[in-house]
């Protein structure tokens, strides 16, 4: 059971309230999981160093999550930093971005606290410096009783390498109970990923405009809606989270399904006696 998270709606700026007044309540969506790209070139559109982008992006991460906390969204999960970012990016820049998230986690723990939020993480996190994760269970430790918004860092994270991770330890547990893969369900797979304990994610945002998923929770993406904006993740705030929730309102979620209108349209085509029409003789 998931946990539900109170609103806070006089908190917004009048400019966010203005964008919230145009939503349904009722249909928020319970979970939504941002790729955070475009540190680096918002930095050099500016002529600055890459390392000015990722401070300014932390400083966008604490903007988000307090407009979600105050919209009572219960789960937000951002894409913080992948495996093949721990991988392929320079060390220099590794070693920044881990001083940048224990300083991250240093300073805005209060404000987490103050916003009723609890923070979490996902990803191979046991590779992270031990610093870094002493810092990381610290922040979890003080958080873990707060009841609103989850604030999910996915570290060293990669869905390729999630998806390894839940077979072995699914593995494991067919051969100690002795069961053969024929019985391997969909369920039993989910309760192995990083994310079982909560939703698939309702709505994915992208910034920076690139039209890819980078590794990203692929498992439980396969019926969220995706919306991409061209602003950098620095540029972006909370009114920006609500704009992007208005236009998931504006969307019709089918799951594979029909729509409505396509319901009605396959009801027409076919008799009281479930003929297509279309094979009924024509009338002499």
Known sequence: M????????????????AVYATLTPSRLPDHVAII????????????????????????????VTETASRIGLPWLTLYAFSLENNLRRPRAEVSFLMRLLKSYLENNVQRMMDNNVRIRYIGRTQELPPEVQDKMHWASDVTARNTGTTLTLALNYGARSEMVDAFRALSRELKQRGQSVESITEEDI?????????????????????????NYLLWQIAYTEIFVTERFWP??????????????????????????????????????????????????
């Open 2 to 17: 998931y946990l539900t998270a109170t609103s806070r709606i006089h908190e917004l700026t009048p400019e966010e309230r």
């Open 36 to 63: 955070m790209d475009g540190n680096g070139r918002w930095a050099g559109a500016r002529s600055l160093k890459r390392f000015l982008g990722h401070q300014q992006g932390a400083k966008s991460v604490q903007l």
């Open 190 to 214: 989910h309760r192995h990923l990083y994310t079982a304990h909560m939703p698939d994610p309702d709505l994915l945002i992208r910034t920076s405009g690139e039209m890819r998923i980078s």
């Open 235 to 284: 540029d972006f705030r909370g009114i920006h989270l609500l704009e992007a929730i208005a236009a998931y309102q504006r969307r019709e979620r089918r799951y594979g399904g029909l729509s409505e209108a396509d319901r009605d349209d396959a009801a027409e085509a076919v008799d009281p006696h479930g003929e297509p029409l279309e094979a009924r003789p024509a009338a002499r």
